[in-house]
């Protein structure tokens, strides 16, 4: 599902990541542990082509059969929007717009019909248990239930990859625990490869495969 060869990233003269080479099979989920500033973000950014790895000849991305690194910027960000989804630690919702608003941007995005669009929106949300929470504004929401919202954007274009960069990061005990089993119950039922950075050792051993960051590249 993910094959990535030999991925540098310079900012300036610092060197944040070294040469990582990692290969994600499909249906797995993994996650990516290590201390502040081993690179654990940069990687996600990179996977996830929110960013480019400095050019490098042997650097290779291979994403969901693609070869992300020859597209153009506009064919990477269609391919993005349809392939990826993605979690963040603070939810990112629009504040003016309802749970199901938000959910559908990304279908919207790619011009996909509204009122099939909505449809499936209101199935994911009903899905993960916000089904009364539909028309309610992101401030109307808790934590927990904005995260869920979430991810029910990151669901709607049913993508074959989501990236998690601290989901659970901002929420309370009872709140990531429930996120962290959601996380299991969407793979086993839909598929989908997670590949999760995380300071949560919890949630870190759960996952089929713990990668260890250290200095810029994966030490395990």
């Known amino acids: 599902m993910i094959v990535a060869k030999n991925l540098h990233k310079f900012y300036g003269q610092l060197e944040v990541l070294k040469g990582v080479n990692l290969h994600i099979a499909k249906g797995e989920i993994v996650s990516i542990v290590g201390a502040s ?65 938000n959910v559908c941007i990304p279908a919207f995005i790619a011009n996909k019909n509204k009122k ?42 049913k993508p074959a990859i989501i990236f998690a960069d601290e989901p659970s990061g901002n929420l309370d005990t009872a709140s990531a625990e429930l996120l962290h089993q959601l996380f299991f119950k969407l793979r086993d039922e839909f598929g989908q490869t997670f590949v999760i950075v995380t300071h949560n050792e919890e949630l870190a051993n759960m996952a089929d495969r713990k990668l260890v960051m250290v200095d810029g590249n994966i030490a395990s």
Do not use: C, W
């Open 37 to 101: 500033g081993a690179g654990k973000t940069t990687l996600l950014q990179l996977l996830g082509t929110l960013d480019l790895p400095t050019k490098n000849q042997d650097t290779q991305l291979h994403i969901d059969g693609q070869n992300v690194l020859q597209m153009t910027d506009k064919a990477m960000s269609k391919f993005r929007n349809l392939h990826l989804g993605f979690i963040f630690q603070f939810h990112q919702l629009l504040p003016e717009f309802t749970a199901l608003e």
């Open 116 to 157: 099939e669009t909505e449809a499936e929106a209101k199935k994911l949300l009903e899905y993960l248990g916000l089904g009364d929470r539909i028309h309610h504004k992101p401030n109307e929401l808790s934590g927990g239930e904005q995260q869920r919202v979430a991810v029910a954007r990151a669901l709607i274009n």
